[in-house]
């Protein structure tokens, strides 16, 4: 969880006027000031002169003076800056800027909204004053600041001093006497909820097993995904399966943050929610929170049912649902169909067993209709899945979501089968000028299951498949990239690790993903099968050894590469078992 994603400009830059003082007492200074020259943060008279300083003091002075030149000159930067000094060599240098980042990420550090408007009265009267004062005294004073400021540092790096209460303390002392206590709110059981904490309005550090991630409180009030883990964005009750604790089936006690359960938190209405979304389901007995949490976990379920008749499988879609003989709501692998369709065999004939003879996890669909989770709609309804017209039907006949990124927009629809894709998701992508109200179009599934009988007229082996030019295969080649595109849900596979994933590039040398796999595929870079084949294994190698200690994603890749063999050999015809991984290599 980084802080800096979640602080304003303006918050950073106040928690950078407090801690100037600390950061320019850091020794040695020189890898610091390097940091800040690298990214523009110093002017390069000040460097040189910084760094043939051999003087503490002065050189203090100095890293101050350029901290007041950044406040100054690179107000609008701050961000960058605390991104450039909390890189990962100088945190391992500098002890003040770890806790400084500590501060920051546990929320000890308290953002006073007066503070800057108090100094800058200050500051002006302390100019005014100095206007009425004759030159002599004026250096006087100037010396009895610097002597009280160095024993100030004096003092502050033996012992944290506690705060004071002299009305004559000039500004950059008072910022440092009302600077926070670094231990966290917990340590006094409790006391300071962590709800109350800036960096916590929008988002809380949360936990479920051995897995770590930042919940989004806006997501979570809008009931979307809410919950993110290096860039992978997750539902409550998928996290919780993320975390190893499907089992439990209870996300709310499953998920904490900082070893306290959701569902206290929402149970005692610890403004989980924002101020501006509604808070009134959130009940305060265990019994009704409870309730709710069993309905949103069956709605969850009731979204799609999985239905037999017979020895046909099909899926139930509750928002397709209209009658028996109205809406498309069941998909099989072949077609979408009405539910008396689905038992007659695309007759147009009414079965009025229809809600008896389709089971839904062994009882008849009429029980799902009876307890008002599927709903008849009347017969004068009116809406498209009720409509007998042939163009709102023929709507009716492919997926709504794309079948292999799962989101909605402008769709592509096969003709042969139910898929329905994205254009640039589709491969080969389809080209726009391509499609037309009269033009047919099938899928690469559907193409390839339409010419694999003359393709492969007797079954080769594997060795004969890597040997085969790419140029002939590039059907089968697409094919098998789209089970992968489809497969992998989360898209883990789908981008380069190497800009989500830290320290990837210094675990592997050769990083591939799957649209690096597209993208080479496209530009013929590949010269035969197994040019192919080594870079998709490549994938699977790599998340095997980037994830030795990883068992859920290791997993993930392991389940992905029975998948390409397993498509491989019967997109191929291979005929013997793939003797070992090296052959492919």
């Known amino acids: 969880m980084d802080p800096l994603d979640f602080l304003t400009d303006k918050q950073l830059l106040q928690f950078f ?14 890898t610091f000031l390097n940091q ?4 523009h943060f110093i002017p390069e008279k000040m460097y040189k002169k910084l760094i043939r300083c051999r003087s503490k003091e002065v050189r203090e002075k100095g890293v101050y003076q350029v ?20 890189r990962d060599h100088l945190l391992q240098q500098y002890p003040t800027l770890r806790l400084l980042r500590n501060r920051l990420l546990d929320g000890s550090f308290t953002f006073y909204e007066k503070l800057p408007e108090k100094v800058e009265k200050e ?39 506690q705060p004071s209460t002299s009305t004559q303390s000039n500004p950059s002392q008072k910022r440092k006497v009302q600077r926070p206590k670094y231990s966290s709110p917990f340590s006094k059981k409790e006391k300071a909820d962590i709800w109350t904490w800036p960096i916590y309005k929008t988002h809380l550090p949360v936990t479920c097993g051995d897995k770590e991630g930042t919940l989004n409180r806006d997501k979570l009030a809008k009931g979307e995904r809410c919950i993110v883990v290096q860039g992978r964005w997750f539902i409550p009750s998928g996290f919780e399966e993320f975390g190893g604790k499907k089992s439990s089936k209870n996300w709310k006690y499953s998920i904490r943050c900082r070893n306290t359960t959701l569902g206290k938190l929402i149970q005692a209405k610890k403004a989980l929610f924002p101020s501006n979304q509604s808070t009134g389901s959130i009940t305060e007995s265990k019994e009704d929170d409870d309730d709710e949490e069993e309905e949103e976990a069956e709605q969850e379920k009731e979204e799609v049912f999985k239905v037999t008749c017979g020895a046909i499988n099909g899926m139930l879609h509750k928002d ?17 169909m009405t539910p008396v369709e689905f038992v007659t065999g695309r007759s147009a004939l009414e079965d009025p067993s229809w809600k008896k003879d389709i089971q839904w996890d062994g009882k008849p669909l009429n ?13 004068l309804c009116k809406c498209k899945l009720c409509s007998s017209t042939a163009k709102d039907r023929d709507d009716q006949d492919n997926d709504d979501d794309c079948f292999i990124c799962r989101s909605q927009g402008s769709l592509i629809c096969c003709d042969k089968c139910p898929r329905s894709f994205h254009q640039r998701c589709h491969l080969p992508n389809v080209d726009g000028a391509m499609m037309g109200d009269d033009c047919q179009w099938m899928c690469t599934f559907c193409v390839l299951r339409a010419s694999q ?12 498949a890597l040997t085969c030019r790419i140029s002939d295969h590039l059907l089968e080649c697409q094919y098998l990239l789209l089970c992968l595109y489809q497969a992998d849900k989360d898209h883990i596979f789908v981008a380069d690790p190497c800009i989500h994933v830290r320290n990837y590039t210094s675990v592997i040398k050769t990083p591939i993903w799957l649209d690096r796999v597209v993208e080479k595929l496209q530009q013929n870079l590949y010269q035969t099968v197994q040019h192919f084949v080594s870079d998709v294994w490549l994938i699977f190698t790599n998340c095997a050894t980037f994830n030795r200690d990883n068992a859920e994603f290791r997993g993930m890749g392991e389940r992905l590469k029975d ?11 291979i005929q013997l078992q793939h003797p070992t991984a090296s052959n492919s290599q």
């Open 36 to 39: 800040l020259r690298d990214h």
């Open 17 to 30: 006027r407090c801690s100037r003082t600390e950061m320019s007492c850091m020794e040695p200074s020189h």
């Open 453 to 464: 009988s003359c393709h492969y007229p007797k079954q080769m082996t594997y060795q004969e």
């Open 320 to 336: 397709r649902f209209a009658s028996g003989s109205c809406g498309k709501s069941i998909r099989t692998e072949l077609c979408w």
């Open 563 to 573: 998948l390409f063999e397993r498509e491989f050999k019967s997109t191929f015809s």
């Open 123 to 161: 500051e002006e009267e302390d100019k005014k004053n100095k206007g009425s004062v004759e030159g002599e005294e004026e250096d006087e004073e100037e010396k009895e600041t610097r002597r009280k400021k160095r024993n100030q540092k004096k003092r502050s790096e033996s012992a944290e001093e």
């Open 367 to 379: 029980v799902l209709i009876e307890s008002k989770i599927l709903v008849i709609h009347s017969l």
């Open 67 to 86: 901290l007041d030149w950044v406040e100054a000159e690179r107000p609008d930067s701050i961000k960058v800056f605390w991104n450039c000094v909390f």
